[in-house]
């Protein structure tokens, strides 16, 4: 696999995600990287390789542009960082879990991680044979007590949380983490790396769901794995290619196409969340508002200190319950009734029904008079108009 080099000098946040591995197309000059839709390559008598390709689960140049750009994006200062995409999120998680757990294996993971997570730790690789123990990873020495040193291979970190943005101190959490000899993972899935970028924290290794905010506009499933060391770096894209987890080449452009715009995006999603924080903290019907920007949200300080803005998501529970929660999610107009998030588009849903039903009556469990919203880009005016109309039923 080749992957080109990052340049040394380091460039602006923007400027990586329109231009890092993003040279134009050497045949034609193309200033887009081409969408290389094709599984081989000629070779020039045995094993001469033109490109560096070979096969295309191995390697695809769409593919390498989109995992240089990830690359620059999440670790800019680390020239030799290593991106890899994946089919989804989850394809990516599994290829890390099966690259560096071994049966008998702990892990921590958030004791409100995201759904398909847990699922995925506690009914695949539970039975494969890894220890998994959901802790509060906001309080450093609950999650101190909970770390094995010799024996906790993971930890795992997602910052802001979902549903309930609760905020963990990424630097601390690295520090017990490493002091135990384990390694830190961090879902940035719900920042974006133009928020926070949890390596230059002290993360080992950044997971993405692609699908959400890098994307950005609800048309592509796909995951990412950023890795700080090179050679853990290397077992992973062993893994990748040995497992099959890949993202393919239309997937790989999409996706770098989104990653493009994505500070633009993220800079207005923020906005308009913050708008419609403030619009639902006076609101009568409100009882409760989740957001990490809020100056009386637990985590508010740790996420102004480690995040350039607070994000798109917000959460809130009504006074009325469930059914009310429910019903103001059939009665908006322009937010879409829906799973997911991180498109331009805003999105609703009821978590306690929808993305997190798989997790009730666990320590997972979320309010079921909480509703979720996924702030999209559209006119702030219409955003709040229509939230207006619906909590007022
Ligand atoms: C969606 C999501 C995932 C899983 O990603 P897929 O692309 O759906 O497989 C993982 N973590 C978080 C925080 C997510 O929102």
Redesign the pocket.
């Known amino acids: 696999m080749s992957t080109p080099p990052t340049p040394p000098a380091q460039p602006g946040f923007e400027t990586l995600a329109i231009h890092a591995g993003q040279e134009p197309d050497p045949l034609t000059g193309a200033v887009v990287p081409p969408i290389y839709q094709v599984s081989t390559f000629k070779q020039d008598g045995v094993g001469g390789l033109r490109g560096g390709y070979e096969y295309a689960r191995s390697g695809n140049p769409t593919r390498a542009a989109l995992e240089t750009c990830l690359a620059a994006l999440e670790a800019p200062h680390l020239a030799d960082a290593v991106g890899l995409a994946f089919a989804?999120?989850?394809a990516a998680e599994d290829t890390l879990i099966r690259a560096l757990c071994r049966p008998g294996d702990h892990v921590v993971l958030p004791h409100d991680a995201?759904g398909?997570?847990y699922r995925l730790f506690t009914k695949v690789a539970g039975p494969w044979g890894l220890h998994v123990n959901p802790v509060n990873v906001t309080d450093i020495d609950l999650l101190r007590k909970a770390i094995v040193p010799g024996r906790t291979r993971l930890v795992w970190v997602?910052t802001p949380s979902?549903p309930l943005l609760s905020i963990a101190d990424i630097t601390a959490v690295a520090e017990v983490t490493h002091e135990a000899g384990a390694l830190l993972v961090v879902?940035n899935?719900?920042a974006s790396p133009y928020l926070q970028q949890p390596i230059i924290l002290g993360a080992d290794i950044v997971v993405h769901?692609t699908?959400?905010y890098a994307g950005g506009h609800s048309d592509v499933?796909?995951?990412a794995l950023i890795v700080a060391d090179p050679e853990i770096g290397a077992t992973l894209a062993f893994h990748q290619n040995a497992q099959g987890s890949i993202a393919g080449p239309f997937d790989s452009w999409l996706t770098l196409r989104g990653l493009k715009t994505l500070g633009v995006r993220m800079d207005r999603h923020s906005a308009n969340a913050r708008t419609v924080a403030e619009f639902l903290v006076q609101h009568p019907a409100v009882s409760q508002v989740y957001w990490p920007g809020l100056p009386d949200h637990p985590g508010h300080a740790i996420a102004a200190r480690q995040m350039r803005d607070f994000g798109g998501m917000v959460s809130f529970r009504v006074s009325a319950g469930e059914q009310e929660a429910v019903d103001i999610c059939g009665r908006t107009q322009v937010f879409t009734l829906g799973e997911s998030?991180g498109g331009v588009e805003s999105l609703i849903e009821h978590p306690a029904r929808m993305t997190h039903a798989s997790v009730a009556g666990s320590p997972l469990e979320v309010p079921s008079d909480l509703i979720r919203l996924s702030v999209g880009i559209e006119s702030i005016e219409d955003l709040i108009a229509d939230l207006a109309v619906a909590l007022d039923g």
């Open positions: 989804s999120g989850l995201y398909g997570t997602e979902n879902d899935t719900f769901s699908t959400k499933v796909g995951g998030l």
